[in-house]
């Protein structure tokens, strides 16, 4: 084979572009972990010294990060002045974490990636699973920190509203499992908006179970949202008016098993609410920056997770609509259909 120098030439500066956007994400989560970007945000345009004096850290490793997140694009920088600062868009990705586009926890999910990295490797060889718990915290935190921005903009206003007769039950008193609920984010977020309802979050993750119940206290909804330590095939309960699964159906060695048991924990009328990474049916219509993304994370989170339960299906994170169908009519689920979607996400209801 003989390269095309022109055509190497566009590949070698797609390779610079991911070299240096992977040498950046370590930056990103250095500045979120010492809250530089917080400080920078609400300050405004600062020197080196002056943000390593707010900060309390050191100037010369200061000056140092400053200058590669302003080659990133990801702050300003003024050479007249020698001062740099954030754009309020720039802000509102780095330093708003109650915002609608917060990124760090982004990059501190996809840290993981590298920490755990020997452990997928043996996996390949061995074509054994690595399990959800066997991974570094730092996965466990980024994923709430990730995808909590995301549930805070569509969950209340969008995807409950667009099952059937689901929110108004919820209005008036509804009892909801929110199975594999992680660090709570998404029960959490119910429990304020439905006061009258009940919400126990199930996880197989006890460290995970124990940060939800601290949030829940911290969000002053511990009243009406409970956390327990269940897998999705086993836990407690047979008269659900919603369930929940929030990016881990996916994730399960059986999901067919897991919505087996969904159903039989439904009341009479109850409803089933999937929410699973977007993806088209076919790999042609998913290669594309988000297919990208969720590729990755399927190859050293999700397919490893799966294969390390019983069955291994290893549906993958981008699994589609059709092989969801699939999993859930094979439960006798008699009702499926897509309810919602958004760049990143697609939303299912089923019914019995």
């Not at 903009?153 to 099952?163: E, F, K, N, Q, V």
């Not at 509804?174 to 594999?180: E, L, T």
Request: aromatic content about 10%; overall charge negative; some cysteine.
């Amino acid at each position: 084979m003989t390269a095309d120098p022109n055509k190497l030439q566009v590949l070698l500066a797609r390779i610079l572009g991911d070299v240096g956007a992977t040498a950046t994400a370590a930056l990103v989560v250095l500045g979120d972990r010492l809250g530089l970007y917080k400080v920078l945000a609400e300050g405004g345009a600062m020197t080196p010294a002056e943000l390593a004096l707010r900060t309390d850290l050191c100037e010369r490793y200061v000056r140092e990060w400053l200058s590669a997140q302003a080659a990133a694009g990801y702050i300003e920088y003024d050479a007249a002045k020698g001062r740099f600062s954030m754009t309020a868009e720039q802000a509102t990705a780095f330093s708003d974490e109650n915002g609608p586009a917060f990124m760090p926890g982004a990059f501190q999910l996809f840290a993981s990636l590298f920490i755990d990295e020997a452990k997928i490797a043996e996996a390949f060889r061995t074509g054994q699973g690595v399990g959800w718990h066997e991974h570094h915290p730092c996965l466990f935190h980024g994923t709430e920190r990730f995808f909590r921005p995301g549930y805070a903009s569509y969950l209340i206003d969008a995807w409950i509203p667009a099952l059937e007769g689901v929110k108004a039950k919820l209005d008036r008193g509804a009892a909801v499992a929110d199975v594999g609920c992680g660090h709570g984010a998404s029960t959490i977020l119910m429990a304020k908006a439905f006061p009258k309802s009940r919400f126990v979050g199930f996880d197989y993750h006890w460290a995970s179970v124990e940060r939800a119940r601290e949030a829940a206290r911290d969000a002053g909804v511990e009243d009406r949202a409970f956390f327990e330590v269940a897998s999705a095939k086993s836990y407690p309960g047979r008269s659900y008016d919603l369930v929940t699964f929030f990016d881990c159906l996916h994730d399960m060695g059986d999901p067919v098993g897991a919505a087996t048991h969904v159903r039989s924990t439904l009341s009479p009328g109850g409803s089933w609410m999937i929410v699973e990474p977007f993806a088209n049916d076919e790999l042609a219509d998913n290669i594309n920056l988000v297919g990208r993304i969720y590729y990755a994370a399927s190859t050293m989170i999700c397919t490893p997770a799966s294969l390390s339960q019983e069955v291994g299906l290893g549906l993958g994170a981008q699994a589609g609509e059709r092989r969801l169908r699939d999993v859930v009519t094979e439960a006798g689920f008699g009702t499926f259909r897509r309810a919602s979607e958004t760049p990143f996400n697609l939303v299912f209801e089923a019914r019995p």
